[in-house]
């Protein structure tokens, strides 16, 4: 097709209002002054959405991506305008206050690119995250300018090796702490390993937050078939990136928008390829928002419903076996939705065509397996009611032992992760105890930390087979073993979770979907009388995040009244 067939009048796209006409001579001169000329007025302004950053190993080369992004842009008759978002990692954030911030930054994010995007009048974007908030953060802003956009994302890393460590990733570098801990390895064998576990630029190489959100991003048809598991270093992403950005000029004269593509049946594709999938239970906080911002219903029991339907068929770490390597050669994504062919809506409309044009046999069924023959017969992630979590609680049950599928202990609560950590380095928490960790909620910690510094070591301590965690916190999507988050309402609100006392009775069951706190309504409506909330004293981004977040059940959006748009 030849550049003169897509040629669409300048007068139809947004970027006129910048470009055209005699009263926007002062535009024009401010475009020239950055290298364009008269012959550029009048194309489309792509919008280059980056993630670039020097402190994230998952958006380190998205300079050298967004190069080729540039040249499809303008293969295709189109001026490409690059700009930069905030990346947080949320690696990098564990353990300490710093992981107030990552859940914020989402909407920061979202926020940042509609700024740019409306205050500039662009007709289109090729948005480039790759690391957790940066995924859903720019989905969420392509929905809400509703521009044409497409999505192309960074690439994981490949796995690292040190000796007889092979295929390593971050979760087994958290892991190793417990292991020096139980004395299993030594310290200096540890700072051996970590030089070698990540051996380059990419998201984290195991299922965690990052991949399972690309991977979604590509079942939602927000990219090309393949994109999301094709790896960082690969040569192919560079290619991807060329035909992202020619794809970008054709959506804007095809008028294709996000809305024509985030629809109901499009979220539901996106639950159940998460479900076969074993995806980190943070996807559940990301879907909503996107749903939210859309204007679509969307509720927890959605995502239990289909994980009642659809098995979990990928043996992936940190649910499986094997790093995202193994799942990419296997097929990818389009491997994954084939298998999940007769679940799936395939007419839906995607970026390139229909779903249906984006599925494509495995070539690996021991790694992506027929829904026939599954790891195991639900879906990967699990929500949980009780009077411990009456708007419910999430638990990834594809990682958790089935010794611990059913679990009834003392309760031993902490008002914050940096506690519990304590105890357990301390040796005082013990086989059979249940560790509440609260006041970690979107308004309570604020930001909803990833708890994920106490689940690793734990995991590595060989107590995750006997100890359970509870909390209103969330976790990485690295997170293994019988770990209960997202618990609405949170304590910070009132919720039964403040109510918790050393060795009242706690009992988990995930088969049936329950959580409860053994305690009579009469004492907890006595201990209810004498709580109050702690005080935090915030300023900042957080103080306006706590002022307007919602719960974890609604997604943790940002929302300043109850009204709700409605999709039509």
């Known amino acids: 097709m030849e550049k003169g067939d897509l040629l669409v009048s300048a007068a139809n796209l947004r970027s006129s209002e910048v470009t055209q006409g005699l009263e926007r001579a002062a535009h024009r001169a401010l475009l020239y002054a950055m290298g364009l000329g008269p012959e550029d007025m009048g194309k489309p ?7 670039y950053t020097e402190i994230v190993p998952g958006h380190r080369h998205l300079r050298e991506l967004a190069i080729a992004v540039r040249e499809g842009i303008r293969e295709a008759g189109g001026v490409p305008v690059e700009f930069n978002t905030i990346a947080i990692c949320d690696g990098l954030c564990q ?17 940042s690119v509609e700024l740019m995007v409306e205050a500039h009048r662009l007709d289109g974007m090729v948005l480039m995250p790759a690391c957790d908030k940066t995924v859903p953060g720019q989905i969420i802003a392509a929905v809400r300018t509703n521009i044409p956009s497409i999505i192309l994302t960074g690439g994981p890393m490949y796995p690292g090796r040190c000796g007889e460590h092979k295929d390593l990733t971050l979760t087994d570098m958290r892991e190793f702490v417990g292991q020096v801990k139980a004395g299993r390895i030594s310290e200096d064998r540890l700072a051996a390993i970590e030089e070698r576990a990540l051996p380059g630029p990419g998201s984290c190489s195991m299922l965690g937050t990052a991949n399972t959100m690309c991977a979604l991003a590509e079942a939602l048809g927000l990219t090309l078939p393949g994109c999301s598991l094709i790896h960082a270093p690969d040569a ?13 000029v054709e959506m804007v004269r095809e008028g294709l928008a996000p809305s024509q593509i985030i629809t109901p049946e499009v979220l539901r594709n996106a639950i159940i390829a998460d479900m076969a999938l074993g995806g980190s239970t943070n996807s559940v906080l990301h879907l909503l928002a996107i749903a939210y911002e859309a ?36 097929g990818g994504v389009p491997g994954v939705l084939y298998q999940l062919r007769e679940l799936l809506d395939l007419s839906v409309r995607t970026v390139y065509g229909t779903l249906r044009e984006g599925i494509k046999p495995p070539v690996d069924e021991d790694m992506i397996r ?9 879906g990967g992630i699990a929500v949980l009611y009780g009077n411990l979590a009456p708007q419910g609680a999430v638990v990834k049950q594809s990682a958790v032992s089935p010794k611990m599928m059913v679990h009834r202990g003392p309760a031993k609560p902490f008002d ?32 909803m930390r990833e708890m994920h510094m106490f689940s690793s070591i734990l ?27 997202h618990i609405s309402p949170e304590a910070f609100e009132g919720g039964p979770l403040a109510l918790v006392e050393a060795g009242d009775m706690v009992s988990i069951d995930i088969p049936n979907r329950t959580l409860t706190l053994e305690v009579a309504d009469d004492e907890l409506a006595r201990r209810r009388e004498q709580w109050s909330p702690p005080e935090r004293r915030l300023k900042g981004a957080l103080a306006k995040y706590v002022a307007l977040a919602r719960s974890a059940g609604e997604g943790a959006v940002v929302a300043p009244c109850k009204q709700r748009r409605k999709q039509g």
Do not use: W
């Open 236 to 248: 192919a992403k560079l290619r991807l990136a060329r035909q992202s950005g020619r794809r970008a």
């Open 95 to 111: 353990g300490h206050v710093g992981m107030r911030y990552p859940l914020p930054s989402r909407e920061v994010i979202a926020d």
């Open 370 to 378: 027929p829904l026939t023959r599954p790891l195991r017969p639900e």
């Open 45 to 51: 302004l792509i919008g280059v959405v980056s993630s």
């Open 459 to 485: 995991m590595g301590m060989q107590l995750s087979e006997s100890v359970a965690l509870v909390t209103d916190g969330r976790f990485s999507g690295s997170t293994r073993g019988p770990c209960i988050g």
């Open 295 to 330: 204007g679509i219903e969307l509720s927890l029991d959605d995502f239990d419903l289909i994980s009642r339907q659809v098995p979990h068929i990928c043996n992936v770490k940190p649910s499986g076996a094997y790093p995202v390597q193994r799942l990419m050669e296997a």
């Open 416 to 447: 914050s992760m940096e506690e519990a950590v304590a105890a357990l380095m301390s040796e005082q928490v013990h086989p059979g105890d249940v560790v509440v960790i609260r006041y970690e909620g979107p308004k309570g910690g604020p930001g």
